[in-house]
C-alpha cells in the first residue's frame, strides 16, 4: 500500500512529500508518528520543495552572469557603500514601492555585484526579476525587431517587477536603442522598479542618450526619487588579482 502511495505521489508531482514521506518509511520514523503529525510534515516538505523550486526557477530565469548574496558584500570605508540603505534595500520594499535605484562607479568597483545580489534577494523574496548587460539587450532588441519578435521581448521585460540593467551608457544610444529605451522606461514608469549600474556619473548620461527630448523624458523617469550609490575606491578585480599574485609569490619563496 505505501509503495502505490509512493507511486501515486511521484506521478501527482507530489515531490516533496514523496522525498519526506519515503524518508518516513526509510526510517522507521513512520511509526512513532500521529496521523496529524504525518500529515503536518508531508505538507510541510511539499511546501518548502514547491517554494525552492520557485526561487531556482526565478533565479533561472533572471539570466544573472553570476551568484552574488546580500550577505557578502564588502563595506570597507573607502567604498562609500552605506550599510544601512543597503539592508532597507534588500528588504526589496522599494520594489513593493515602484522606485528605481542607481549605482555608478569606475569599472571594477563592484557595481554589478551589489546590483545582483539585490536581485538575487529579490529572487528568494518571490519577484520576477531580469537582468541584462544594457549593449547586449539593445543588440538583441534591433535583432528581435528585423525577425518580428520585438513586441514579445518588450512585453517578457514589462512582465519582470525587477528590470537591472547593467553597464548603462557605456557606449552612446543610436536612434533605435534610443527609442527602444524610451518605451522601456515609460512601460515601467511607476508600476516595476529598476536597478542601473553605470561607470559614467548620472550627469553625463544625457549626452549619452543622445536626443534631447527623449533623454529628458527618459531621465525625468529614471532619476526623479531614485535611490543612489555612488561608489569609490580601487577596482575589486584588481585588489583580488594582485591579492591572489601575492599569495603565489609567497607559497614559491
Request: some cysteine; aromatic content about 8%.
Amino acid at each position: 500500500m505505501n509503495t502505490e502511495t509512493l507511486e501515486k505521489l511521484r506521478k501527482l508531482k507530489f515531490h516533496g512529500m514523496y522525498h519526506a514521506f519515503r524518508s518516513s518509511l526509510e526510517s522507521g520514523r513512520y511509526d512513532s508518528l500521529t496521523a496529524d503529525e504525518l500529515l503536518g510534515q508531508l505538507v510541510d516538505a511539499e511546501w518548502d520543495d514547491r517554494h525552492n523550486r520557485r526561487i531556482t526557477g526565478q533565479i533561472f530565469y533572471a539570466k544573472f552572469r553570476y551568484k552574488a548574496a546580500v550577505e557578502n558584500i564588502n563595506y570597507e570605508v573607502s567604498r562609500n557603500i552605506e550599510k544601512n540603505l543597503v539592508k532597507r534595500l534588500a528588504d526589496c520594499s522599494f520594489i513593493e514601492r515602484n522606485e528605481n535605484l542607481l549605482i555608478t562607479g569606475s569599472t571594477g568597483i563592484g557595481k554589478s555585484y551589489i546590483a545582483t545580489a539585490l536581485g538575487y534577494q529579490a529572487c528568494i523574496m518571490g519577484y520576477r526579476v531580469l537582468y541584462a548587460n544594457t549593449p547586449k539587450l539593445f543588440a538583441r532588441l534591433k535583432m528581435a525587431k528585423a525577425d518580428g519578435t520585438y513586441i514579445k521581448e518588450i512585453a517578457k521585460i514589462e512582465r519582470q517587477q525587477l528590470l537591472i540593467l547593467d553597464d548603462f551608457a557605456i557606449q552612446p544610444f543610436d536612434a533605435p536603442s534610443r527609442a527602444a529605451l524610451m518605451e522601456i522606461i515609460e512601460d515601467r514608469h511607476g508600476k516595476t522598479s529598476m536597478i542601473i549600474t553605470s561607470q559614467l556619473p548620472v550627469s553625463a548620461w544625457y549626452e549619452v542618450i543622445g536626443d534631447k527630448t527623449i533623454a529628458d523624458a527618459i531621465l525625468d523617469r529614471i532619476v526623479h526619487d531614485a535611490h543612489r550609490m555612488e561608489l569609490n575606491g580601487e577596482s575589486m578585480r584588481r585588489q583580488r588579482s594582485t591579492s591572489t599574485e601575492n599569495n603565489t609569490k609567497t607559497q614559491t619563496l
